[in-house]
């Protein structure tokens, strides 16, 4: 992992949420022929649509 030194910046935890992007095959497909960067950002909003975060902690499973 490469790049300055920044304390409010985890490069472990950025390539693990670009990992997670690209692992979705629909931003995958759109990331490799986006021409502008409003493609890839029209992208990752959907993947956030159809996407369920949950805080962490506990959760009910159910």
Not at 22 to 46: C, G, K, P, Q, W
């Amino acid at each position: 992992l490469m790049g300055p030194k920044t304390p409010s910046l985890d490069y472990h935890e950025v390539g693990r949420s670009l990992s997670t992007l690209m692992a979705d095959e629909h931003f995958h497909d759109t990331a490799y022929v986006a021409a502008h960067r409003s493609d890839i950002l029209d992208s990752l909003n959907d993947f956030l649509k159809d996407s369920m975060v949950l805080p962490p902690g506990e959760w009910d499973k159910a």
